[in-house]
């Protein structure tokens, strides 16, 4: 079965340092990856996503992810925190075929402190 | 902004009720998924909605049930409502073949 495993449930960082937020996913194939953030109360947005090719992907708001197929991982960065940034954040898996459904870890709440 | 509306937005409801949850999907896409999300906890699929079809369902109890409209919009309904069912439903839309979707903001259900 599919799975995704975010170790860390609570990160803080200071504002400008850098982020980094782990994911490992199980998977039969090669999935597609997801993150999400999520703001308080609020619905998920689409940070980035990797179907195939580059494994390095660039996403909106200055993250980035990379796709390591021999850690079946897609860890999450940020070369500089903004206060903003501040909310939970989902990695989720889907199989490589239209149209099925998202697995989502259990998310990294991020703190950012001045 | 997804283009993907819920309603309402926030409710309250006794435990053994029935509720109806709605979506509008963004334009143009034709397929509906359903999550929950508990909190503290990532979102689990409830099930998925394509071309009026149900196409896909998570572990969740024939209790929850759904339907989606010729214009693609959707309705979640959760019967006999027990306590644990209280969390944020959230709903995607996304386009035939496309495993890319767009949530919306969600709907707060607390039972009591």
Do not use: M
Not at chain 1, 41 to 63: A, E, H, P, R
């Amino acid at each position: 079965a599919q799975s995704v495993t975010q170790p860390d449930i609570h990160i803080t960082v200071s504002e400008g340092a850098s982020l980094e937020l782990r994911c490992n996913y199980s998977y039969g194939a090669t999935p597609y990856l997801f993150w999400y953030v999520q703001s308080p109360g609020q619905g998920l947005q689409l940070l980035l996503k990797y179907f195939s090719g580059d494994t390095l992907v660039q996403g909106i708001k200055g993250f980035e992810a990379e796709f390591k197929r021999s850690q079946s991982s897609f860890n999450l960065r940020k070369p500089s925190v903004h206060w903003s940034d501040a909310a939970e954040y989902f990695c989720a898996v889907a199989g490589p075929s239209g149209n099925t459904p998202l697995v989502f870890g259990k998310g990294t709440r991020l703190s950012v402190i001045a | 902004e997804t283009g993907v509306t819920q309603s309402p937005t926030h409710l309250i409801k006794t435990r053994g009720q029935q509720v109806t949850l709605r979506c509008s999907s963004q334009s143009g896409h034709n397929t509906v998924s359903w999550y929950q999300q508990a909190l503290g906890q990532g979102p689990q699929f409830i099930f998925q909605y394509y071309r009026e079809e149900e196409n896909g369902r998570g572990n969740f109890p024939p209790r929850f049930s759904g339907l989606q409209f010729p214009n693609y919009s959707s309705e979640l309904n959760v019967n006999a409502l027990e306590l644990d069912d209280s969390a944020l439903y959230l709903c995607a839309s996304s386009l035939e073949g496309n495993t890319e979707a767009f949530f919306g903001q969600g709907t707060r259900l607390t039972v009591v």
